[in-house]
């Protein structure tokens, strides 16, 4: 079955340093990858895919991403944080199953990521 | 284009009542979910559809039941609400691979229901 974990409920950084997000995944054939962040308050929004190609995959407001398939991961990257950043963090993949997926997706627990001035 | 919207955004229940949650989309997308997010549980699929006039069943699909008349609204119903069903429920849509094949799904603002 597929599935998804984000080892970490929070991630604390101080702005203007690098920050990494971490999740592995579990899937049975080529992985579908997503990134969503949530404001508070607010719905998901979509950061950045994987479906194939460079590993490195580059998003919205500066986020980038690092497909690793010997390591099933898939680390959302920043260089230089920003205190607007904070926001939960969800790691998802798609569910390809018997159903063909319809693009559902599994989602991680999800990852609070706290950015101090 | 307003993208996803949801009707309620709030909403207090009492233990038994009904309702029913409205979402709409107008990116003519084929694909639409419901999802309800709890602490520490990111989220869980309750139904989804695939296009107007079929549903099929997510991962916790007890208690709650769905229809997509049209194929822009899927509504979100729960016949006889309970405690447990206190969330953030959020619906969201995509295109089908026929349409498009960026895979990603667009989420709505959500409604955070409660149930005393």
């Known amino acids: 079955a597929q599935s998804v974990a984000q080892p970490e409920d929070q991630v604390n950084v101080a702005e203007g340093n690098p920050l990494t997000v971490k999740c592995t995944y579990s899937?049975?054939?080529?992985?579908?990858l997503f990134w969503y962040v949530q404001y508070p308050n607010r719905g998901l929004q979509f950061l950045l895919k994987y479906i194939t190609g460079d590993n490195l995959v580059k998003g919205s407001y500066g986020f980038e991403a690092e497909f690793n398939k010997s390591q099933t991961s898939f680390h959302l990257k920043k260089p230089s944080a920003l205190v607007s950043d904070s926001a939960l963090y969800f790691c998802?993949?798609?569910?390809?199953?018997?159903?063909?997926?319809?693009?559902?997706?599994?989602f991680g627990a999800g990852t609070r990521l706290a950015v101090h001035p | 284009n307003a993208g996803v919207t949801q009707t309620p955004k709030f909403r207090v229940l009492k233990t038994g009542q009904s309702m029913t949650l409205l979402c709409a989309q107008d990116?003519?997308?084929?694909?639409m979910y419901w999802y309800r997010q709890d602490p520490g549980m990111g989220l869980r699929l309750i139904h989804y559809s695939v296009g107007e006039g079929t549903t099929a069943k997510g991962e916790v699909p007890d208690g709650y039941n769905v229809s997509r008349l049209k194929k822009q609204n899927f509504l979100l119903g729960l016949e006889s609400a309970a405690p447990s069903q206190t969330s953030v429920y959020f619906c969201a849509s995509s295109y089908s691979l026929g349409q498009d094949i960026s895979y990603e799904q667009y989420f709505g603002p959500g409604t955070r229901l409660t149930v005393t």
């Open positions: 990116m003519n997308h084929e694909y």
């Open positions: 899937v049975s054939g080529n992985p579908y």
């Open positions: 998802a993949v798609r569910d390809g199953g018997v159903s063909g997926g319809y693009n559902k997706l599994i």
